[in-house]
């Protein structure tokens, strides 16, 4: 990893940490939504890396834009992301 430039390395570590099971999808989709802002990643490419469908990847970033006591909710796993997404 020596080799990778300080943003690489960045991003890398960004979508090992979205990988790991036990993120709240609220988590998720902060980490996606960065990926995007600082990283110029496209859905696709998100998709592709972590191994889900674009429009997954748009429907847990689209969670962001709930109230923030629904966020919150969904945060502490008292909803689950289907129920956001109603």
């Known amino acids: 990893r020596d080799d ?3 943003a690489q390395a960045a991003e ?6 979205v990988q790991r099971s036990n993120l ?3 988590e998720e989709a902060t ?7 600082e990283f110029r990643m496209k859905e696709e490419r998100i ?3 972590v ?3 674009p ?4 429907d847990i970033i689209r969670l962001l834009q ?7 909710m969904l945060g502490e796993k008292k909803l689950t992301p289907t129920h956001g997404q109603h």
């Open 31 to 37: 980490a996606y939504k960065r990926l995007m802002l």
């Open 12 to 17: 890398l570590a960004l979508l090992e940490n």
């Open 55 to 58: 429009q997954t990847i748009r």
């Open 66 to 72: 709930l109230p923030a006591p629904v966020r919150a």
């Open 4 to 6: 990778l430039s300080d």
């Open 24 to 26: 709240t999808v609220i």
């Open 47 to 49: 998709a592709k890396k």
């Open 51 to 53: 191994g889900k469908s």
